[in-house]
């Protein structure tokens, strides 16, 4: 799926919709250059699940922990931020493997290029700039049930 983004708003509200369709367990490994809308993309999603904490990229951390819900149902999201990771040890150190095998929580990755344990069976999102219009992106979605409307 294909979708085009002109602002911040609208990459934030693209993450919300899609939110719905995701439960504990998933995967969501995101792609895109530096400032190109991952951490907009899951705010939107963090959203949707009624995080009261503030959510920003855990550059420093590497890995925040969230609690939400849906429904008033608990839900656990980890967002894990890549971009410092420089090795597949350095993974290892941080219990990468372990966050992406807990079935209780939804796992959102900025940077997952960084790694090779990405499961092909992650929901991928691709967010791409244009170096002629600042605030386009244009945003692939891949395996995720089609039934979000064009952003």
């Known amino acids: 799926m294909e979708f085009?983004?002109?602002?911040?708003?609208?990459t934030f509200n693209l993450g919300k919709k899609l939110a719905g369709q995701l439960s504990p367990g998933d995967i969501v490994a995101?792609?895109?250059?530096?400032?190109?809308?991952?951490?907009?993309?899951?705010?939107g999603i963090c959203d949707y699940f009624d995080v009261?904490?503030?959510?920003?990229?855990?550059t420093f951390t590497i890995v925040n922990r969230y609690e939400g819900k849906e429904k008033n149902i608990p839900i656990l999201i980890y967002h894990i931020d890549l971009y410092r990771i420089e090795s597949e040890k350095e993974l290892k150190e941080i219990g990468?493997?372990?966050y992406l095998n807990d079935e209780s929580a939804i796992k959102l990755i900025e940077w997952a290029d960084k790694t090779s344990l990405i499961p092909?069976?992650?929901?991928?999102?691709?967010?791409?700039?244009?170096?002629?219009n600042d605030n386009f992106r244009k945003i692939t979605i891949e395996n995720l049930d089609p039934i979000l409307n064009e952003a």
């Open 4 to 10: 085009k983004s002109t602002s911040e708003s609208d």
């Open 96 to 98: 990468f493997s372990e």
């Open 120 to 132: 092909d069976s992650a929901i991928k999102i691709t967010i791409k700039t244009d170096k002629n």
């Open 30 to 43: 995101l792609y895109g250059d530096l400032g190109s809308g991952k951490t907009a993309m899951i705010q």
């Open 52 to 58: 009261d904490e503030i959510v920003v990229s855990p």
